[in-house]
T-cell receptor
Framework: NAGVTQTPKFQVLKTGQSMTLQCAQDMNHNSMYWYRQDPGMGLRLIYYSASEGTTDKGEVPNGYNVSRLNKREFSLRLESAAPSQTSVYFC????????????FGPGTRLTVT | AQSVTQLGSHVSVSEGALVLLRCNYSSSVPPYLFWYVQYPNQGLQLLLKYTTGATLVKGINGFEAEFKKSETSFHLTKPSAHMSDAAEYFCAVSDLSGNQFYFGTGTSLTVIP
């Protein structure tokens, strides 16, 4: 039981490049989330998916897109990376009926130059 | 919109001393409240949560927190600090759906031998 896994762990992009951050969970959770963590700002919700086939914007969705590929996988895409998107990205998941207990992945550290 | 304020971005305590990390929230309705811990280069881990019922909640590793509605506070305490408690601590509040989480900016706890 790996919990929540994220790939890659580290990534460096040039401004304007695109990439997809992958997230998978093996806990049969319905809800999945993407956050970014910046120094002095805590975690901010980018997008979430309450169930397979649905996605909703969080606090800071601009510049990102998401795909809930199936129940296990929730990807985050940066179409045209900007230096302001340099951050640590965390994926999380939670079970239906227990949405307040979120389980976090180890994070992806992204630098955009 | 809800918000969370953590007073003190850095707190240092001696090993064996009381740990007190402060959290205040703003919410128009009683929210769900959480404390998460983050160890270096890892994702967040749930320490404890308040949803309904008893206002004093106990979590893992000897931590506890008390929900005080009149003070809009949810401070985290531990009677005796251990070296292994050194980490970043985040207070968070969610709406009643549990889908939108708002995190504080975090408090870095240092434990001095």
């Amino acid at each position: 039981n790996a919990g929540v896994t994220q790939t890659p762990k580290f990534q460096v992009l040039k401004t304007g490049q695109s990439m997809t951050l992958q997230c998978a969970q093996d806990m049969n959770h319905n809800s999945m989330y993407w956050y970014r963590q910046d120094p002095g700002m805590g975690l901010r919700l980018i997008y979430y998916s309450a169930s397979e086939g649905t996605t909703d914007k969080g606090e800071v969705p601009n510049g990102y897109n998401v795909s809930r590929l199936n129940k296990r996988e929730f990807s985050l895409r940066l179409e045209s990376a900007a230096p302001s998107q340099t951050s640590v990205y965390f994926c999380a998941s939670s079970a239906i009926g227990r949405v307040y207990e979120q389980y976090f992945g180890p994070g992806t550290r992204l630098t955009v130059t | 919109a809800q918000s969370v304020t953590q007073l003190g971005s850095h707190v240092s305590v001696s090993e064996g001393a009381l740990v007190l990390l402060r959290c205040n929230y703003s919410s128009s309705v009683p929210p769900y409240l959480f404390w998460y811990v983050q160890y270096p280069n890892q994702g967040l881990q749930l320490l404890l949560k308040y949803t309904t019922g008893a206002t004093l909640v106990k979590g893992i590793n000897g931590f506890e927190a008390e929900f005080k509605k009149s003070e809009t506070s949810f401070h985290l305490t531990k009677p005796s600090a251990h070296m292994s408690d050194a980490a970043e601590y985040f207070c968070a509040v969610s709406d009643l759906s549990g889908n939108q989480f708002y995190f504080g900016t975090g408090t870095s706890l240092t434990v001095i031998p």
